[in-house]
């Protein structure tokens, strides 16, 4: 980007969970911010106002990503776009398979079409590291795995752990970029659309386009429901009102946890970064946590130490064991370095909920009832 003047960025979905972060961060280092939102009742309730905690200073079109004409008045004078609006979540995408395609894929057809009459500096499209499905495995002998898939007549068993073809037990490695996507539900289909089609079409027609793939982003103001990392938000109000925590599983699944601070940084470097052009980075911590081990730290936050976690050895269709972030390129290419270690965001986390039961005096929603998918040991 170039920062003669101050740009002003188009963040689509700006006024959900990373897009509030992201406007903070743009508008503080000088962008100004628009935002296109059709304020979804899923995130915004059904009042769908605009979130308190979002800078008074962005501005917002309210409207549907997939509207062409909302989306070329929300383009008038952007400078760059950062494509965020989407449906979000693995499991539902199983059942509402049109809706993730209309919005996901269609709604960025939409908005590559809206840019070929509107050259752009940048376009930065947030994918998800659900496009890898599993993550990347090796055995004992160094054979790599990159396309495995649990069978669930060993985890009905409580068999967690992945085997390669041959049933030995295979181990875990940092996922990198290279890994060949392995999409395990509609919504990883469509991200990984997402990725393809602006990867096709910015190269076609000279859009300077980056894809990053994000990994379990969590922080302040992300709902008990969000699919990626929600479960912290819920595990900090169970703790915090005397509940023990419930981990599916064994809770030693392995995920990769990153501060939305970090995250938000990422996209703005990915912004500045001409090296960034064409690329596609990992967005994570860089640092595998495993579920028992973000309840053991939520439990010493809260001080509730006591309460240890209820194991439900419960596996749900669809769940991935482990996937956690090699983030060399963006560290390399991007300069990208996670600065917001796990405690201090756990720390943030419990805060912010806190506050949040005080302020609302409600109860959160209690871990949703197992529809028929669940598989019980
Ligand atoms: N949160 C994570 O950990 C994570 C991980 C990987 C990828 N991502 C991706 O990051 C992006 C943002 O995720 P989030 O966690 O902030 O989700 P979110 O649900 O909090 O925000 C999405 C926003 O998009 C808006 N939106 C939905 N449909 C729309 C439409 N048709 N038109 C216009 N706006 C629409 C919603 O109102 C909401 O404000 C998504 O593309 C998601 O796939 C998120």
Redo the contacts with the bound molecule.
Sequence with gaps: MHRDTNPTILI??G?????SHLATELLQHGYGVRI?????PR??GPERHRPGHLDRRAEVVV????DPHRLREALDGADAVIH?????GERSSMYRLEKYMS?NTS?TAVLLEALLDHPIERLIV?????VYGEGLYCSYNGTTYPKIRRSPDRTARGDWEPRSPEGEVIYPLPTPETKEPSPLSVYAIS?YDQEEMCGLIGESYGIPTTVLR????YGPH??YT?P??GMLTEYASRLLQGLPVRLFEDGYQQRDFVSVYDAVRAFRLALESPAAIGGTFNIGSGRPCTFRTVADLLAAITGRQHLTPEILGIGRIGDIRHRFADIGRAREVLGYEPEVTIEAGLLDLVAWVEAEIAGRRKVPAPIKALGSSRLRV
């Design positions: 689509t979905g006024a959900g969970f990373i897009g296109l939102d059709n304020l979804t995130v915004h409207g549907d990503v997939r965020l609006a989407a449906v979000v919005v709604g947030a994918s998800s590291s659900a991200k994000l990994f379990s982003v992300q709902g969000s990626y990392s």
